[in-house]
């Protein structure tokens, strides 16, 4: 989009969220609204961005990190206001050629195929402005787009206290955001003024300064009624989650995803789901996650920027960037944190830890066990209560295990430390050097019985008990 360029109005307070936290800022899906907004814009291949931040600018600075530049709007005092802010980013850079679309930071819905087709019409018509709408059967609230006789132009919007009956029956609203012709917008910024009981300057206004001007204005009517959604409390964020929430699990299920139930199921936009896969209630699946066909994911599991293979199962799990590959069952409750890998057919049982491991084929790690910093080879057998202990306080070392091993119940193994293809350890035993392959890891204490000692014990527990 050569010439073009979007301003998102970011700097809302949102008081009824009850919340220092600007109002763009608040998530649907795990993502704040404003990445939405940011994100729509990107795919329109709108890349040249400002925001315009106000209320808590930091919040909106430090989530941006540099990715476009914003500008600050030191008092609320209405939309048009915001945008006057961003008055000499668009002087910049032969920006005032283009055309600007003016998009508002919480309203998450606006998408691709609108910005593009609006624009479309915007230049195809020669528009001063074009007025992104939706035709929604409820309007209530909302501003009334007023078109011309013959339909090929607008003629204002018309706000619901100032709407008479005949105008309160239009369906069509304003979605507030708006393509225009910078140059345009700029000249028509200079002359609004804040003749309204809120003393604020109102974008609207330059609307209707470029139609009395005998600048052509039009609208274009989206295909997506969502585009005009927002929230302005808790209650309206939980719709809009929810909102999100089934348009993706729909979406998933027109391409072969099973739910046997929703309940609590949420999944981000970005994650990869193959036919066949079934996700059952109470999973939270998040960031870039890629997931095979014919998977059975939860219940209760939480997957977040994970590869995981075809056949998989996995039962009330917590993994985070990792990779899990084909035909691996794990669970229940088990966490497979950061930088894990998780080869073909392996079996992790029930309170089960792996952090910063590569588990090898078809190794089966039962139960009650933490394997970190670990590399793994295939086959390997792990007795419950096995740990690597692989922080000493100052320094975190790793664990080689070979193939075909054999670790005994309760076996502690102290790195660094290696333990060679088809070596077995003997049940609590602590390794604290190299055991050759093929050999038999023995380290006991000798067991001493004290007899009649547990009597005593028993006879001052019997008296305490009795006073």
Known sequence: MNNNCAIILAGGQGKRMKSELPKPMFEVLGEP?????????????????????????????????????TVLQPERMGTGHAVMMAVDWLNKNNRTDGNVLILNGDAPFIDEGTIKKSLELHIRKDNAVTIVTAEIPEPEGYGRILRTEDKNGVTGIVEEKDATDEQKRIKEINSGAYWFK????????????????????????????????????????????????????????????????????????????????????????????GAGTKILQGT?????????????????????????????????????????????????????????????????????EVKNSVIGENTAVSHLTYIGDSDVGERVNFGCGTFTANYDGEKKSRTVIGDDVFLGCNTILIPPVSIGDAAYTAAGTTVSKDVPAGALAIERGEMKIKEGYAYKKLAVRLKKRNQ
């Open 33 to 69: 609204m404003l990445e939405w907004v940011v994100k729509a814009c990107e795919k329109a291949d709108l890349t040249d961005l400002c925001i315009v931040k106000g209320y808590n600018a930091e919040v909106i600075d430090n989530y941006m990190n540099g990715r476009y530049e």
């Open 284 to 352: 939270i699946i998040k960031g870039d996650t890629a997931i095979g066909e014919n998977c059975v994911i939860g219940p209760n599991c939480i997957i977040e920027d994970c590869k995981i293979g075809a056949e998989a199962t996995l039962n009330s799990v917590q993994a985070y960037k990792s990779v899990i590959e084909d035909k691996v069952k794990i669970g229940p409750f088990v966490h497979i944190r950061p930088g894990s890998h998780i080869k073909q057919g392996v079996k992790i049982g029930d309170f089960v």
């Open 182 to 273: 910078t140059g345009l917008l700029i000249d028509a910024l200079g002359k609004i003024k804040p003749n309204n009981s809120q003393g604020e300057y109102y974008l609207t206004d330059s609307v209707y300064i470029l139609i009395s001007e005998k600048f052509r204005a039009d609208a274009y009517k989206s295909e997506n009624p969502k585009v005009v959604l927002g929230a302005n409390d808790r209650k309206g964020l939980l719709k809009l989650n929810n909102i999100a929430r089934y348009d993706i699990i729909e979406a998933a299920m027109e391409n072969g995803v099973e739910f046997l139930c929703a309940d609590g199921v949420s999944i981000g936009r970005n994650v990869q789901i």
